[in-house]
């Protein structure tokens, strides 16, 4: 994931003020934007015309190409590109070497101005951007149609306009930008409007309230751009017709016990019209979640920083392996000590395009990396890594005419043992090479301590338990309790995986301290107790810092080195997940149904995904959303909403809702996690006090 930042001012009557100038906003962010992209920055300033100067900063976290590739990208015109996202699918996919932002920048060189939209639209993946068309005095910017990454804006005193992935509170006043279209500025005129250009597929009710999210005056071109997800919104003009469905011939039996779910569930596998839909389902999710795990340059966070300390250039190259007659693609990193490039970087100094990169870097000889005594890669349950010793020079492991391999682990999941995250293991383990572990990151928070005395029931139990006994019950929430037995269902059925189980155990100090010094920043410009809850659990679990508990039971430290997440984001908003669908079909039939699953995605990024790309990538990893991928939505939402799910008083939780998705884990042999109820990430971490209000404004942050 990469920070981007754009400011555009204006001259006004002084000549002197532009590129000379310093960007105090730009230095106030600059620490939150290099947490989000580690490998490199760069910043470039330009004059537009007479009236106005931008400045353009990117911080890159290298994903894609076969080497790091600095934002901004500047080409032969001074068009400027900012692009901070993954082009997985659609005619714009890389199939070259090269990172999806020199292909981006490319193809808008060889365009008119108004053309990238088409490109835009063209692009299946997430993303937030901003382009300079320099010719023209044009800036664009936007967020893809679902919103997954992050971008915000802000006007200030100057009459100026600041957009940035990310804020800080009291720092300007920040909005996000609605995920609705792709914004344009004229830079000829001043800033007293931008045009909107709405994507296909929006809602008229949406636009006319666009000056409310907006921190500048919007108008809203009759020009569309063709969304991306061929089916969003379709369904909301037809017709309703249920009564042929299978479904109905259970009206009047509620399903009681696991033995009548089972049969009920093995009854709707043998209806063709449910296979049919299962099976689609299952190949759109292998494809998405394929292209995420094996979309990356093949090396984990150690090992980056290895190379980094000792300004070793790193290239990746591809093997295609098979195994178990599945085809993946193996990485192997070329590595070369002439480049100063990551030295520079891991300084933290800035550069312009202007300034020389090189930089004074470690003594190679005194610089040691002892990966065996490294609490990220210590652990006694996982193989050895192939380049571990008691101790081993940086230069020996990363030198030499001999490719290296980096066998740690490189994806995460975030995962509570739940049916979303289990089914994302399972398919995960079909596309990572299996010398590699898959990290299971699985967050617990101590229960908040009450003042008082305990009661004597209370101390007598207390006294009966040792320190360690007490620290394993304090932390003993109910997603640490799925997740084990999630677990025991991966070994089970993947036995050739080495899974490893991140058991991340958060005290109340830790998190008033990390909340006040960080998270209240990155969840900004959101505010109310479910923001923070969720804000605060996902940084924790997204940070991979615990411990790996050994057969004899025994705890080693560990922190994940994986630079790929697989978040299970957008599952409920699809399928169904929340008890406001039960209450919808309830008081308002298949039709209230079918509108609320259309409001939750409607308003998915507002609510949720800007936010938790914020969350995710201040650790320096990119949170990646296979069930939020433009293929999965488009089958999706082309379905009847009783395909998705049957919330009906007959269908308990556990089976009603996410329907669909718990059949797609049953034919995976995932049985436990699908007759798993939906539980709230707040509530199975254990972070959220069930007695306030999720929709009030927190106090906390």
């Known amino acids: 994931m990469c920070g981007i930042y754009c400011s555009l001012k204006c001259n006004k009557s002084d000549a002197s003020c532009g590129s000379s100038r310093e960007d105090p906003v730009l230095h106030t962010f600059m620490e939150y934007l290099k947490h989000r992209g580690p490998d490199g920055f760069s910043e470039y300033k330009v004059n537009i015309g007479s009236k106005w100067t931008a400045n353009f900063a990117g911080c890159v976290l290298w994903m894609q190409g076969s080497e790091l590739t600095l934002q901004p990208s500047v080409d032969d015109k001074y068009n400027t590109l900012l692009w901070n996202g993954d082009v997985f699918s659609g005619l714009m ?155 109905n011939q259970y009206n009047t039996k509620v399903l009681t016990g696991v033995h009548e779910i089972r049969d009920f569930i093995e009854k709707l596998q043998s209806s063709s019209d449910i296979k049919n839909s299962v099976k689609k389902l299952v190949s759109l999710l292998r494809s998405s979640v394929r292209v995420r795990v094996q979309t990356h340059p093949g090396i984990c966070k150690e090992c980056l920083e290895c190379a980094r300390h000792l300004r070793i250039e790193t290239h990746m190259s591809k093997n295609f392996c098979k195994c178990s007659g599945l085809e993946y693609q193996q990485h192997f990193l070329q590595c070369s000590t002439k480049s100063a490039l990551y030295g520079a970087q891991l300084s933290g100094t800035s550069r312009t395009k202007s300034e020389d990169s090189s930089i004074g870097s470690c003594s190679e000889n005194t610089l040691i990396v002892c990966h065996n005594c490294s609490t990220s890669l210590e652990h006694a349950d996982v193989k050895e890594c192939p380049h571990s010793t008691s101790a081993r020079s940086c230069e020996e492991m990363w030198t030499g005419g001999n490719p290296k391999l980096c066998n740690h682990s490189k994806i995460g999941i975030l995962f509570s043992g739940g049916l979303d995250s289990t089914i994302l293991a399972g398919l995960a383990d079909e596309f990572v090479p299996l010398g590699e572990p898959i990290d299971l990151l699985n967050v617990a928070f101590e229960r908040e301590r009450k003042n008082g005395k305990p009661n004597r029931k209370q101390a007598r139990e207390k006294n009966h338990l040792d320190s360690t006994e007490r620290k394993k019950s304090s932390y003993l929430v109910p997603d640490r309790i799925t997740g084990k037995r999630a677990l025991d269902d991966l070994k089970r059925l993947y036995p050739n995986r080495q899974w490893n189980f991140v058991q991340i155990d958060v005290t109340q100090e830790e998190l ?25 659990a996902l940084w924790f679990a997204s940070r991979g810092k615990g411990c790996l508990v050994q057969q004899n039971g025994a705890e080693t430290h560990y922190s994940s080195p994986a630079r ?123 972070i959220a006090n069930s007695k306030e209000r999720a929709n009030d404004v927190s106090s906390r942050l």
């Open 564 to 686: 790929v997440l697989l978040l299970g984001m957008g599952a409920d908003e699809l399928f169904g997940g929340y008890k406001r669908h039960r209450t919808a079909l309830n008081l308002k039939g298949w039709h209230g149904l079918r509108n609320e699953l259309q409001l939750d995605l409607d308003r998915i990024s507002t609510r949720n995904l800007g936010r938790d790309d914020r969350i995710v990538s201040d650790h320096g990893c990119q949170g990646r959303l296979p069930y939020l991928d433009e293929s999965v939505v488009s089958y999706v939402s082309s379905l009847q909403p009783w395909q998705r799910c049957c919330p009906k008083p007959e269908f308990p939780p556990g089976v009603g809702d996410k329907l669909l998705l718990r059949l797609v884990a049953w034919q995976l042999g995932l049985h436990y996690a699908a007759g798993l109820p939906k539980r709230a990430f707040q509530f199975g971490s254990r």
């Open 512 to 536: 008033i301290r990390e909340r006040d010094r960080i998270i209240s920043d990155l969840i900004y410009p959101l505010n109310t107790v479910l923001d923070e809850s969720l804000g605060c």
């Open 93 to 247: 996919v890389n199939q070259e070497t090269s990172s999806d932002t020199k292909k981006i920048s490319q193809t808008f060189t060889k365009i008119n101005g108004i053309e990238i939209l088409a490109i835009l639209s063209s692009i299946q993946g997430p993303y937030a951007f901003i382009y300079l068309d320099v010719q023209n005095h044009h800036l664009y910017f936007g967020r893809d149609r679902l919103g997954r990454h992050s971008l915000l804006w802000s006007s200030d005193c100057e009459g100026g306009l600041v957009l940035t992935s990310v804020g800080k509170r009291n720092v300007l006043n920040f909005k996000e930008v609605p995920a609705i279209g792709i914004f344009r500025i004229n830079m000829n005129s001043d800033l007293e409007k931008i045009t909107l250009y709405p994507w296909s597929d929006i809602a008229a009710e949406m636009l006319q309230n666009i000056d409310q999210d907006s921190v500048l005056k919007v108008e809203v071109s009759s020009e569309t751009i063709q969304s991306p997800i061929t089916a969003l919104g379709r369904r909301s003009k037809e017709e309703l017709f249920d009564s042929e469905h299978l479904l």
